[in-house]
């Protein structure tokens, strides 16, 4: 059975740095595309990047290009997100998801189009 644990969430000062990674355990990893969403209270889940495993092509949302980088490791199935220049407005939970699709399902179809997903790891940015 396909499973996503997150980790490496937390506090952090604003301009600060975190490393999220994602642990996918059941998954041919050549054959599906891993995702990360995050959800801040009220508002709905969004996509921020993703990964296509077979080639490690990716994707960003604007609002985190040049401050977000996604990778991604076939021998310890593992999907990071490395996170710099931090913002309050990042603040949200951070969710792993998987698709079989490739990554351009994050930016036509969103969320629906993930099957598998983690629990989520918390990130605040505050002062």
């Known amino acids: 059975q396909a499973h996503l644990v997150e980790s490496g969430g937390g506090l952090v000062q604003p301009g600060g740095s975190l490393r999220l990674s994602c642990a996918a355990s059941g998954f041919s990893l050549g054959y599906y595309a891993f995702g990360w969403f995050r959800q801040a209270p009220g508002k709905e889940r969004e996509g921020v990047s993703c990964?296509?495993?077979?080639?490690?092509?990716?994707y960003y949302v604007d609002s985190v290009k040049d401050r977000f980088t996604i990778s991604g490791d076939n021998a310890t199935n593992t999907i990071y997100l490395q996170m710099d220049n931090l913002k309050p407005e990042d603040t949200a939970n951070y969710f792993c998801?998987?698709?079989?699709?490739?990554?351009?399902?994050?930016?036509?179809?969103?969320?629906?189009?993930?099957?598998?997903w983690g629990q989520g790891t918390q990130v605040t940015v505050s002062s």
């Open positions: 990964i296509n495993s077979n080639d490690h092509s990716t």
């Open positions: 998801g998987a698709t079989a699709l490739r990554c351009w399902a994050l930016a036509n179809e969103g969320p629906r189009a993930f099957s598998t």
